[in-house]
C-alpha cells in the first residue's frame, strides 16, 4: 500500500513552460485534494474531487487545470508556468471527506519557475 | 467566506512548559475543525478534531463557537512535539473542501 505518491519530487521550470504534476492513490478513497504551500502562507486549496469525473475550484486555482477520469489518478496541470507558482505542491486523499475520514498527503512537489 | 487564520507564525517554549496554539475561524454554517501536524521529514498528518472530543499524545482542542476558535492545547510540552502545525476548517456545506491556515512552527526547547 503506497498511499498517495506524487511526482516528479523536483522540477525547475522556465517561464511559460507547462507540465502535470502527477498524484496517484491505491487507497480507493473517493475525495481528491491539490495544495500549495508557500513560506508563512500555510497551505492554499487549489483545486478537489469528490469522485471520478467530478472537480471543483478551491481558493487559488487561476493557472491551474485537473481532470479526474479515474479514481486513482488527480492529475494537475500547468499550462504557462509563471513565478508566482513557485511552491510545494502537495496532492492529498480521503476515503469520505475530511469531515468523515482524514486527508492523507503525499510528500509534496517542489516546482521552481525561473 | 470560510477562513482559517493562526496569528502566532513560530511559537517557542521549553520543555514542560504549557503549549497553546491558536486559531480563529470565520463561517457562516456549522464548522468541523481539525488539527493537522508536520514532523520534520514526514508528511502532513491528521492530529485531531473537534467532533472526537479525543486527547491525542496529550493535545486537546475545544470548539469555542461563541469566540469562533479552536485553539489546540497541551499542558506540558515535549521537545518531540516540535512540528508545524496548522488548523483546518471544513462544514456541512462545504461539500468536501477542507481549508487551512497558515501554519505555526512550534519549537519545545529541552
Known amino acids: 500500500n503506497a498511499g498517495v505518491t506524487q511526482t516528479p519530487k523536483f522540477r525547475i521550470l522556465k517561464i511559460g513552460q507547462s507540465m502535470t504534476l502527477q498524484c496517484a492513490q491505491d487507497?480507493?478513497?473517493?475525495?481528491m485534494y491539490w495544495y500549495r504551500q508557500d513560506p508563512g502562507m500555510g497551505l492554499k486549496l487549489i483545486y478537489y474531487?469528490?469522485?471520478?469525473?467530478?472537480?471543483d475550484k478551491g481558493e487559488v486555482p487561476n493557472g491551474y487545470n485537473v481532470s479526474r477520469s479515474t479514481t486513482e489518478d488527480f492529475p494537475l496541470r500547468l499550462e504557462l508556468a509563471a513565478p508566482s507558482q513557485t511552491s510545494v505542491y502537495f496532492c492529498a486523499s480521503s476515503y469520505e471527506g475530511p469531515t468523515s475520514s482524514p486527508l492523507h498527503f503525499g510528500n509534496g512537489t517542489r516546482l521552481t519557475v525561473t | 467566506a470560510q477562513r482559517v487564520t493562526q496569528p502566532e507564525k513560530l511559537l517557542s517554549v521549553f520543555k514542560g512548559a504549557p503549549v497553546e496554539l491558536k486559531c480563529n475561524y470565520s463561517y457562516s454554517g456549522s464548522p468541523e475543525l481539525f488539527w493537522y501536524v508536520q514532523y520534520s521529514r514526514q508528511r502532513l498528518q491528521l492530529l485531531l478534531r473537534?467532533?472526537s472530543r479525543e486527547s491525542i499524545k496529550g493535545f486537546t482542542a475545544d470548539l469555542n463557537k461563541g469566540e469562533t476558535s479552536f485553539h489546540l492545547k497541551k499542558p506540558f510540552a515535549q521537545e518531540e512535539d516540535s512540528a508545524m502545525y496548522y488548523c483546518a476548517l471544513s462544514g456541512n456545506n462545504q461539500g468536501g473542501k477542507l481549508i487551512f491556515g497558515q501554519g505555526t512552527e512550534l519549537s519545545v526547547k529541552p
Open positions: 473537534h467532533i
Open positions: 474531487s469528490v469522485g471520478a469525473g467530478i472537480t
Open positions: 487507497m480507493n478513497h473517493n475525495y
